[in-house]
């Protein structure tokens, strides 16, 4: 019997040697809000922060699947990522994992993973302060109703046409900073290898709500995609950090 609980004990010393604490309470904020039960942990030298209470203050839901103690981040769109404990595999969208330097790990119940996985696979941005690490969403805030004499003013009133013009406009000028030229340089189950004539190598996983189309508009499909194919794309807002970067395009034109 000693000889079966030895090496239980003998794993749990090295486990609790391997985290600690960094600083005094500190935590994690999502544009400046603390969010409750987010104290941080080091582990392997890497900032660790508590997966569920962090992603859903993100407003991204968390799946766990006990049988194979795997992870699955997901807004229901672009953004779907998956690990399992102890492994240093971590997956976005639909490519193949990719290590960051650090597993994931159980503690106590809570599953913490690197800080990695937020900036390099979504591709947030993160500042640091003496108590808090915050996470920055770089999120449009919904303006809230305007009050007047303690009345709430509809702000959803009907626009006028150049109110509807400037927004026209400024919905092309974001969608034209999200567009790219480029070709296909490889196609694999990690997605299309597209080289971007300004940026390098991007890998392409489109959505299954994405636009796939001819030049002349019409719609096409995946696998009209060939290596060599000469392609516009709408990026996705995201864009990981990888090398090359991931990205979930909205839309997809094969120019030739």
Not at 11 to 31: C, E, F, Q, R, Y
Not at 235 to 253: A, D, F, H
Request: with cysteine.
């Amino acid at each position: 019997m000693k000889k079966k609980i030895l090496p239980l004990i003998t794993t749990a010393a090295v486990l609790s040697l391997s985290l600690s604490a960094i600083g005094a309470d500190k935590h994690i904020s999502v544009d400046g809000a603390d969010i409750e039960n987010s104290d941080v942990i080091e582990y392997e030298g890497h900032v660790c922060f508590p997966v569920r209470a962090v992603a859903e203050s993100m407003g991204l839901s968390v799946e766990w699947m006990g049988e194979t103690k795997t992870v699955v981040i997901t807004n229901g769109g672009p953004i779907y990522v998956t690990f399992s404990i102890g492994e240093d595999a971590y997956t976005f969208a639909k490519t193949a994992p990719m290590p960051v330097g650090c597993p994931p790990v159980l503690v106590e119940g809570k599953t913490y993973a690197p800080i990695e996985v937020i900036t390099e696979l979504m591709g947030l941005e993160t500042t640091e302060g003496e108590q808090t690490i915050d996470i920055i969403l770089n999120k449009i805030e919904e303006k809230p109703d305007e009050v007047v004499s303690g009345a709430a003013v509809d702000t959803e009133k009907p626009q006028n046409s150049e109110e509807q013009t400037e927004d026209a406009e400024a919905e092309d000028e974001a969608e034209a900073a999200l567009t790219a030229k480029g070709v296909v340089s490889e196609i694999s189950d990690d997605g299309i290898l597209f080289a971007d004539e300004e940026k390098g190598d991007v890998r392409l996983v489109p959505a299954d709500d994405a636009v796939i189309e001819f030049a002349d508009g019409t719609e096409a499909a995946l696998d009209d995609i060939k290596e060599g194919s000469e392609l516009t794309v709408v990026y996705g807002e995201i864009m990981s950090t990888s090398l090359p970067p991931v990205n979930n395009p909205t839309r997809i034109t094969i120019s030739k």
